[in-house]
């Protein structure tokens, strides 16, 4: 089992910047690849960013060059730094921890986190 605790969210104005934090226990933080996705009210889930556990990471083409994450091991914590918002960033953020088994992956997931963007 993996918990995954989010931080971080909450009411900016456009052009804005939030840095969102997710922390992880109950399992090695380093062998787990992390990610970070939204959800809009009427939309569907969306990968909003990643890091594999080697730290090579992918973003939502809405998001490149605006948006970074990264991982601390030592912490178990990974991060959405989030820069010159949008309103139409505005979404329930949730933190996703997929955990390798011998199967495939686990997937777990954090319990989201308001980020709302105010024009």
């Known amino acids: 089992q993996v918990q995954l605790v989010e931080s971080g969210g909450g009411l900016v104005q456009a052009g804005g910047s939030l840095r969102l934090s997710c922390a992880a226990s109950?399992?090695?933080?380093?062998?787990?690849?992390m990610g970070w996705y939204r959800q809009a009210p009427g939309n569907q889930r969306e990968l909003v960013a990643a890091v594999t556990s080697g730290g090579s990471t992918k973003y939502a083409d809405s998001v490149k060059g605006r948006f970074t994450i990264s991982r601390d091991n030592a912490k178990n914590t990974v991060y959405l730094q989030m820069n010159s918002l949008k309103p139409d960033d505005t979404a329930v953020y949730y933190c996703?921890?997929?955990?390798?088994?011998?199967?495939?992956?686990?997937?777990?997931w954090g319990q989201g986190t308001q980020v709302t963007v105010s024009s």
């Open positions: 996703n921890a997929a955990r390798p088994t011998p199967r495939g992956t686990d997937d777990y």
């Open positions: 109950g399992s090695k933080f380093s062998i787990i690849a």
